[in-house]
């Protein structure tokens, strides 16, 4: 009897320890899962760095701010300024902090640009916007809300202060508020774009015909000067008045600009180019008898960075074509009175 007394005695006390043992895992345990879900409630949210430019200016005073350039993109042409007046920099400021970043879009909206430059003494903010797509200097484009405020208060100021500039040779050239600009292609003689040209009506289409004597190569007779091609399907052009522009294709199609150069002719003591915007980058091809002929490059990315096909593309014909503005021996552009 008192060994039947002892193994109760001690199947009890195994019985309690295992219990006791058992209850503080669970403790431990639950312990555990709120430490757990305090940690991925605290995590900290990195959507703030998408626009890195946007959250500096939340933090900056307008106080703070010097001058803030713009340059207006519509289908009238391109309207630029600059802007020290204290109140005006409050007003754009406060129109810019209002608009949110939504979701990432490949889309652009033509004739309906919009670049800001804010400068303080130290920094310079820059935001650009193509309808209302927002592009970041990675090449990502992004839907945007409220927009329309500032665009709007530019607009307003554009008419009171008579800056607007209907100039459709600057429209064509202006690669940072205009970026993405995809005018119908012409390419192995298509019907060229109608222009309002230069002053005199010069037109780069006149005599236009294309050669490919077939080894890879195509040449393409403008007025006054001829341009060397690869002769394939990756490249398309638009010739309107003054201008010839030309584009990676896939890139045009795609919504992401695809501009590799514009040619402009212009008069002989017309040095107007001298005045594009500074993200525009002008190189100068020499002179014939009748015009002197510009390369004006896009300072901006023109093609889908994620597409290693289109970017390798893209470098071929950039790269090809960029010799023209560094005045290469072997430049794919002669002038009608070159040697």
């Known amino acids: 009897m008192k060994k039947l007394l002892v193994l109760l005695t001690a199947l009890i006390m195994i019985i309690t320890l295992v219990a006791c043992n058992s209850g503080q895992g669970n403790t431990a345990s639950t312990d555990e899962e709120e430490n757990t879900t305090s940690v991925e409630e605290t995590k900290p949210n990195d959507s703030s760095t998408t626009w890195p430019a946007m959250d500096a200016l939340q933090s900056l005073p307008a106080t703070d701010i010097t001058t803030i350039e713009y340059v207006r993109a519509t289908e009238g042409g391109i309207s630029a300024d600059q802007i020290d007046d204290a109140a005006m920099i409050e007003d754009i400021y406060l129109r810019l902090k209002d608009v949110n970043i939504k979701d990432e879009s490949k889309m652009g909206v033509d004739d309906d640009g919009l670049d800001i430059k804010i400068a303080t ?4 903010l820059r935001f650009n916007f193509e309808g209302d797509i927002l592009l970041l200097e990675d090449g990502s484009r992004y839907e945007v809300e409220n927009l329309h405020m500032l665009k709007n ?3 307003s100021l554009i008419a009171e202060n008579g800056v607007a500039r209907d100039d459709s040779s600057i429209e064509e050239t202006n690669s940072s508020a205009a970026a993405g600009v995809a005018p119908d292609a012409s390419k192995d ?3 060229p774009s109608s222009g309002s040209g230069a002053s005199d009506s010069y ?10 004597p077939g080894d890879g190569i195509e040449y393409l007779y403008f007025n006054d000067f001829m341009l060397v091609m690869p ?7 638009d010739m309107e008045g003054d201008s010839v522009t030309f584009y990676l294709f896939s890139a045009q199609q795609e919504g992401y600009g695809g501009r590799l150069v514009t040619i402009k002719a212009f008069d002989l003591d017309d040095t ?9 980058h002008v190189a100068g091809l020499g002179q014939n008898v009748n015009k002197r002929f510009v390369a004006i490059y896009p300072s901006d990315l023109q093609y889908n960075p994620q597409d290693s096909q289109q970017a390798a593309d893209y470098k071929d014909l950039f790269d090809h074509l960029h010799k023209i503005g560094e005045g290469a021996v072997n430049s794919p552009l002669q002038t009608s009175d070159s040697d």
């Open 121 to 124: 003494s130290n920094t310079t």
């Open 189 to 191: 003689g298509g019907t």
């Open 272 to 280: 107007s180019y001298e005045e594009f915007p500074m993200e525009v």
């Open 203 to 212: 037109d780069v289409s006149k005599g236009f015909e294309t050669v490919a």
């Open 231 to 237: 002769d394939n399907e990756k490249y398309s052009f």
């Open 153 to 155: 208060y530019i607009d």
